[in-house]
T-cell receptor, first 114, second 109 residues
Framework: KAGVTQTPRYLIKTRGQQVTLSCSPISGHRSVSWYQQTPGQGLQFLFEYFSETQRNKGNFPGRFSGRQFSNSRSEMNVSTLELGDSALYLC?????????????FGPGTRLTVT | GQNIDQPTEMTATEGAIVQINCTYQ??????LFWYQQHAGEAPTFLSY??LDGLEEKGRFSSFLSRSKGYSYLLLKELQMKDSASYLC??????????WGAGTKLIIKP
């Protein structure tokens, strides 16, 4: 079974631009979560989608948004990029939402904002 | 606010035993997870605890005390490949995962 895939793997953008990241979950998984990871900060939760609905949202500004499609693939968008948005963005999928399900992570998208 | 504390870095010797502690203060509790993350790679699932006690899985064991808001990950017979960051995460009352900053474990020969 193929793992979680994320595209692109690396991205360089300029301040003020916007970016869209993509995540394809493991086949059959309906829940997708997004995280931002920076050195020393650990994983910061962005949002979780289940069956095309946003279930949870972290404490990030409205510049960060996401969506999930009927095939469970998910995208996240960051508008008006700031230097502080430079980070590794990780996507994780699980069979269902909440409860005991562990999450399976993709390799991440390394975003650099200059 | 919600908070998870782990030591930033630990050093241990190959073949030895190491215990990585995690304390948490969250809005509700619906399970605690441990993940391993090698440098430059994605986190991978290690263990899950929802009831008090010890869960053993090969060389790795995880312990939970809900009344103390405390967990630890025990790694036995350390190998060089165990050099990684270990992340503690707690599901709160909204089933949202709250993550610690991770503990970087350095194994020396």
């Amino acid at each position: 079974k193929a793992g979680v895939t994320q595209t692109p793997r690396y991205l360089i953008k300029t301040r003020g631009q916007q970016v869209t990241l993509s995540c394809s979950p493991i086949s059959g998984h309906r829940s997708v979560s997004w995280y931002q990871q920076t050195p020393g900060q650990g994983l910061q939760f962005l949002f979780e989608y289940f069956s095309e609905t946003q279930r949870n949202k972290g404490n990030f500004p409205g510049r960060f948004s996401g969506r999930q499609f009927s095939n469970s693939r998910s995208e996240m968008n960051v508008s008006t990029l700031e230097l502080g948005d430079s980070a590794l963005y990780l996507c994780a999928s699980s069979p269902g939402a909440g409860e005991t399900y562990e999450q399976y992570f993709g390799p991440g998208t390394r975003l650099t904002v200059t | 606010g919600q908070n998870i504390d782990q030591p930033t870095e630990m050093t241990a010797t190959e073949g030895a035993i190491v215990q990585i502690n995690c304390t948490y203060q969250t809005s509700g509790f619906n399970g605690l997870f441990w993940y391993q993350q090698h440098a430059g790679e994605a986190p991978t699932f290690l263990s899950y605890n929802v009831l008090d006690g010890l869960e053993e899985k090969g060389r790795f064991s995880s312990f939970l005390s809900r009344s103390k808001g405390y967990s630890y990950l025990l790694l036995k017979e350390l190998q060089m490949k165990d050099s990684a960051s270990y992340l503690c995460a707690v599901r709160d009352s909204n089933y949202q995962l709250i993550w610690g900053a991770g503990t970087k474990l350095i194994i020396k020969p």
